[in-house]
């Protein structure tokens, strides 16, 4: 088993013992529920950085990345430096985050947040709706395109963005469908956990302009965004850049200065 499927599995079981804690229903009674969300698509489209920055404590591949700052700080942080978006790391057993990371950065920023989960269940969908999300990231390794397409359009039914994440060209071409608003490159195998960010170029002009385009992972410096802006993309995923430092609002308002000059 890779680390993926390792992950699959327990997300599984985690979900099925939630939705015996936890009913639908009660996640729609959620006074966020009804809230209208940000739109992280026009946000990027209206950018000429393009950042959305992460909040990871951990993940498999770096073990501990920062454990000792607050979430809220983070947001209000990113908020300041002028990102697009906050990507928050919800999974709890393998990157150390929680659902309440969600909610309380909801509660310190009026930014678009995307709820970074391995979604394998409509009940995660509602769930992000519920603990105030805008964004929902689905990932094409780990779905067919029957759940794809039943995912993104039950998203974009309850008034979510979609943020779609594919690895190869394979997973681009099963997933390409109008109910997505973004399609994210992930630069990095999520077998071998290395990063080559050719991956984002070769795929770039496959990507239909009807959508946004961003590139995930292993972008670290302002080349590397100036090079893949070059090639269409307008969004720009960084995690453990601003989360490996002691002020990750600081150094994002520092890279995104740099970046805008």
């Known amino acids: 088993m890779n680390i993926l499927d390792k992950i699959v599995a327990d997300k599984r079981k985690e979900i099925n013992l939630k939705k015996t804690l936890i009913p639908v229903s009660q996640l729609e009674a959620s006074v966020l529920f009804d809230r209208k969300a940000n739109s992280l698509t026009e946000k990027l489209k209206a950018s000429n950085t393009g950042i959305i920055a992460e909040h990871k404590r951990r993940s498999p591949s770096k073990s501990v990345i920062n454990q000792s700052l607050n979430v809220q700080d983070v947001a209000k942080g990113y908020e300041n430096a002028g990102v697009c978006g906050m990507s928050i790391l919800t999974d709890g057993k393998y990157f150390g985050g929680s659902l309440d990371d969600l909610l309380l950065a909801r509660a310190s920023a009026d930014i678009p947040l995307l709820r970074k989960e391995f979604i394998i269940d409509p009940y995660q969908i509602i769930e992000a709706k519920a603990f105030g999300a805008d964004v929902i990231l689905l990932i094409a390794a780990i779905l067919s395109k029957e759940k794809i397409k039943t995912f993104s359009e039950m998203a974009k039914s309850i ?72 090639y269409g993309y307008q969004g720009f995923l960084i995690g453990e850049n601003f989360m490996k430092t002691d002020n990750p609002g600081v150094s994002a308002t520092e890279f995104i200065k740099t970046l805008a000059q």
């Open 159 to 230: 008034g979510l963005n979609v943020l779609l994440e594919v690895h190869n060209e394979e997973e681009l071409n099963k997933s390409i469908m109008p109910s997505l608003d973004m399609i994210g490159v992930n630069n990095r195998n999520l077998k071998t956990f290395e990063v080559n960010l050719d991956i984002s170029k070769s795929l770039s002009e496959k990507i239909p302009n009807d959508f946004v385009k961003v590139s995930e992972s292993g972008i670290s410096n302002i080349e590397a965004i100036k090079e893949l802006q070059q």
